[in-house]
Structures are given as C-alpha cells and as structure tokens.
C-alpha cells in the first residue's frame, strides 16, 4: 500500500505539470503562411507592372502639358466627362456599392471582399487613365488582399490566418509600387495593429511579401519610386526642429481644409437628383475644368509634384498658392463623385506643394525641410502612420539621416493637433446632448 501510494502521488503531480507549447515557427500553419506571403509577393509584383503599366499608357494623353495658367486643353473636358460616363456604366455593370470601404479601412479590418475586386480594379484604371485626382494604391491593395484573403480561405486556413494572409497581399501588392519593403512594412503595421503573437507572424509575413515583390518588380521594370524628388541639402540646426513644429501645425491647416472640402462635395454630389451613374460624368467634367486652367492638379499628382519642385521660381507665387487648394477640390470630386482610387498620392501632392509655397514666401525655411516636413505631416495627419510617412519622404528626397528628426517632429504635431481637434469637436457634441 505506501508503495502504491507513492506512485499514484508521482503520477498526480507529473501530470499537473503545465504543457509547454512549441514556438509558433515550429508548426505547419506558420510555414504555411509564409509560403503564401512568397506566392504573394510574386503575384502582387506582376499585378502592379500590369496596373501601373496600363495606367500609365492610357495617361500618355496628358503628356507633354504646359503646367502654367490655362495650359491645359478644351478637348479635357471630353475625355473626363468620358472617362467618368464609363465610371458610372462600370460601377453598374460590377453591381459596386455607392460607398466602397476606403484603404485605411480594409488595412485596419484585415479584410478585402472579393467579390468586389474586379469591379474595383476596372473602376480604378478607368479613373487614373482619365485624370482623377486619385492614386493607385487601392486598387493594387484590392488586388492583393483580396488575392491573399481568397486563396486562403479556400484551403481552409483558419480566420486568423486568413487575415494575416490578406495583410501579406497587400504587402505583396505594395513591395513593387513603392520600391521599399520598409516603407511597406511600417505603413501596414502601424494602419492594422496587429496585436500579441499576431504581431510577429504579420510582421514577417508582410516582409517577405514586399521583399519577393519589390525584386520581382525591379528585375522586370528596373526603376524605383525611392528619390523621387531633389532637394537641395540643408545643414542641420537646433532651431530647426522648432520649425518642424510650426510647419506640423501648418499641415494640420492644410488638412482641415481638405477634410472640409472632401465633406462638402460630397454632399454637394449626395443631393444631386440625378441617377448615380451620371455623377461620375459630372465630377469628370469638374475636375477637367479644373484641369485646363491648372494641368498641375491633374492624375495622382506624383510626376506633377516633380514640376512643381523643379519649377517654382517660374510658376510663380499665385499659382503656387492655389494649386495645392485647386488639387484638394479634385480629389474632393473624384472621390464623391463616384472614381475610385486611393488618398495617399493626392495627399503627397498637397503636402509637398505646401512646403514648396512655404519656401516661397519665407526664403529663410530651407527647402529640403519645408518641403519633406509637408510631404510627410499632410498625409501624416490623416494616417496614424507616422514613421511608415517619416521613411517615405526620407527615401523620397535621401535627406540624410539626421534630418529626419524634424520630419517626425512635424508629423506627430500634425497628427497629434488633428486628434485634439477632433476630441475637442467630439466633447463639444457630448455637452450639446
């Protein structure tokens, strides 16, 4: 008897002892992952050199445009008006919903819907091969996350899975677009949050991904969207990372009046009483007006953005201070009038004409700050991305390593100044109930 005794006692606390599971990289589901983000990265590679390719081809239109006053052509207004009747025919024929979930949603749901991405790409092209003021990136996001998410699902993989998948075709779509697994990373990380184990598995999921893409994309197109934009260097002081501050609450400006523009064409467009696949015609034909008198205003802003850099002693102080507003306006229409496209292009264009117009009038604010201090705190000020938009005009420009430091300061007063305002607005509305 003790000795059975004893055993049963021996038995008891072996197995109260806690099981130790194995690291996750030790099981089938991760490897499995892994391999989809690679499957990923090669299709995300060649969608974008077919997206970006084809866009770019039907956009040859624009070429050659004289960026000064009215240096745009009548013969615009057709081919927008056009281009937005076959938005409103394409948005019927594909059954899209009037409000489709925007970039930043699908990053921070980890979900794009399939059934809706062929609808969104043809919409897509169509608007970018037409001039709206709209980038690429959320179509060649449908097309990765909805690849990744899709395929996925299919084999069964669990809905945790599935989502990490789907955030690896976007990194997958993106690695190629922006050249810069880095860049890629960051955004997709700091917009979806991923929390606990899932952190880690997102992370080298979406490094892969944008690893095998941006090779892929660069052995076939051999370019780069990194140093995309000269500018002069500066020589770093103290006193400019006080500016940095001023020039965040400069962006935080300029993005309050986009967000007012942006709520009142779209419910200008809302209260239209015409059947919803006219008001794509009616924004095509705004914003090609727009177009002929300010060409600069014109497609997702990136080679524009280049003019304005290069050019600005000869565009002049008044055309320097309404293009930026007029680009707003664009994009405002583009968007509520039924294109489709995405934010972060359009709001680059702003951010870096606003710091072009900001060394135009106070000589003494270095170009290279004014200029990657806006390009990154405008759409810095909308995203809570804040290093992914540091990185992206660091690499845009190669300002140097320690002038990155007032770029950051100016994103997050930009951010941080949003936020506030928004929660004073917010408390404002409580006390009124």
Same mark, same amino acid.
């Given at each position: 008897?003790?000795?059975?005794?004893?055993?049963?006692?021996?038995?008891?606390?072996?197995?109260?002892?806690?099981?130790?599971?194995?690291?996750?990289?030790?099981?089938?589901?991760?490897?499995?992952?892994?391999?989809?983000?690679?499957?990923?990265?090669?299709?995300?590679?060649?969608?974008?050199?077919?997206?970006?390719?084809?866009?770019?081809?039907?956009?040859?239109?624009?070429?050659?445009?004289?960026?000064?006053?009215?240096?745009?052509?009548?013969?615009?207004?057709?081919?927008?008006?056009?281009?937005?009747?076959?938005?409103?025919?394409?948005?019927?024929?594909?059954?899209?919903?009037?409000?489709?979930?925007?970039?930043?949603?699908?990053?921070?749901?980890?979900?794009?819907?399939?059934?809706?991405?062929?609808?969104?790409?043809?919409?897509?092209?169509?608007?970018?091969?037409?001039?709206?003021?709209?980038?690429?990136?959320?179509?060649?996001?449908?097309?990765?996350?909805?690849?990744?998410?899709?395929?996925?699902?299919?084999?069964?993989?669990?809905?945790?899975?599935?989502?990490?998948?789907?955030?690896?075709?976007?990194?997958?779509?993106?690695?190629?677009?922006?050249?810069?697994?880095? %860049? =890629?990373? *960051?955004?997709?990380?700091?917009? !979806? /949050?991923?929390?606990?184990?899932?952190? +880690? @598995?997102?992370? &080298? #999921?979406?490094?892969?991904?944008?690893?095998?893409?941006?090779?892929?994309?660069?052995?076939?197109?051999?370019?780069?969207?990194?140093?995309?934009?000269?500018?002069?260097?500066?020589?770093?002081?103290?006193?400019?990372?006080?500016?940095?501050?001023?020039?965040?609450?400069?962006?935080?400006?300029?993005?309050?009046?986009?967000?007012? %523009? =942006?709520? *009142?064409?779209?419910?200008?467009? !809302? /209260?239209?009483?015409?059947?919803?696949? +006219? @008001?794509?015609? &009616? #924004?095509?034909?705004?914003?090609?007006?727009?177009?002929?008198?300010?060409?600069?205003?014109?497609?997702?802003?990136?080679?524009?953005?280049?003019?304005?850099?290069?050019?600005?002693?000869?565009?002049?102080?008044?055309?320097?201070?309404?293009?930026?507003?007029?680009?707003?306006?664009?994009?405002?229409?583009?968007?509520?009038?039924?294109? =489709?496209?995405?934010?972060?292009?359009?709001?680059?264009?702003?951010?870096?004409?606003?710091? +072009?117009?900001?060394?135009?009038?106070?000589?003494?604010?270095?170009?290279?700050?004014?200029?990657?201090?806006?390009?990154?705190?405008?759409?810095?000020?909308?995203?809570?991305?804040?290093?992914?938009?540091?990185?992206?005009?660091?690499?845009?420009?190669?300002?140097?390593?320690?002038?990155?430091?007032?770029?950051?300061?100016?994103?997050?007063?930009?951010?941080?100044?949003?936020?506030?305002?928004?929660?004073?607005?917010?408390?404002?509305?409580?006390?009124?109930?």
């Amino acid at each position: 008897m003790p000795w059975a005794y004893a055993g049963n006692a021996r038995d008891v606390s072996a197995t109260s002892e806690p099981v130790v599971a194995p690291p996750f990289t030790h099981r089938r589901e991760f490897w499995v992952l892994i391999a989809y983000a690679v499957v990923l990265g090669v299709f995300g590679a060649f969608a974008g050199l077919v997206f970006v390719g084809a866009t770019e081809a039907g956009g040859k239109w624009y070429d050659g445009t004289d960026p000064h006053w009215f240096g745009g052509s009548w013969w615009w207004i057709a081919v927008t008006a056009g281009a937005g009747a076959a938005v409103g025919l394409l948005r019927r024929l594909a059954r899209l919903p009037e409000q489709l979930p925007g970039l930043i949603a699908d990053l921070q749901e980890e979900h794009v819907d399939a059934k809706l991405v062929p609808g969104v790409v043809a919409v897509s092209a169509v608007s970018l091969i037409g001039g709206a003021s709209l980038g690429p990136e959320k179509a060649l996001g449908s097309i990765g996350g909805g690849a990744g998410g899709w395929a996925s699902r299919r084999r069964g993989l669990s809905d945790d899975d599935v989502r990490l998948s789907t955030l690896s075709g976007f990194a997958g779509a993106y690695g190629g677009l922006f050249s810069s697994t880095v %860049i =890629v990373v *960051a955004m997709i990380m700091e917009i !979806a /949050r991923p929390g606990g184990q899932r952190y +880690v @598995k997102a992370l &080298l #999921g979406t490094i892969v991904a944008s690893s095998v893409s941006f090779g892929v994309y660069f052995v076939i197109a051999g370019s780069v969207f990194l140093d995309a934009y000269q500018v002069p260097q500066y020589e770093f002081k103290d006193w400019l990372m006080l500016a940095a501050v001023a020039l965040g609450l400069f962006a935080a400006f300029v993005v309050t009046l986009m967000g007012l %523009i =942006v709520k *009142a064409a779209a419910a200008l467009f !809302a /209260r239209l009483k015409v059947p919803a696949v +006219v @008001k794509p015609a &009616l #924004g095509g034909a705004v914003f090609g007006l727009v177009g002929v008198a300010l060409p600069l205003t014109m497609f997702t802003g990136s080679d524009q953005l280049d003019t304005v850099l290069g050019d600005a002693a000869s565009l002049g102080l008044g055309l320097l201070i309404v293009v930026p507003i007029a680009k707003m306006l664009t994009f405002a229409v583009s968007q509520a009038s039924g294109f =489709v496209g995405g934010p972060i292009f359009p709001a680059l264009f702003v951010g870096g004409a606003a710091g +072009v117009l900001v060394h135009q009038v106070i000589p003494e604010v270095p170009l290279g700050l004014a200029f990657t201090c806006l390009l990154a705190a405008v759409p810095g000020g909308v995203v809570a991305a804040p290093f992914s938009m540091v990185l992206l005009a660091a690499f845009m420009t190669q300002i140097g390593a320690l002038q990155t430091a007032p770029i950051l300061i100016a994103v997050i007063t930009s951010f941080l100044t949003m936020k506030g305002v928004e929660y004073l607005v917010a408390r404002k509305k409580r006390a009124e109930t």
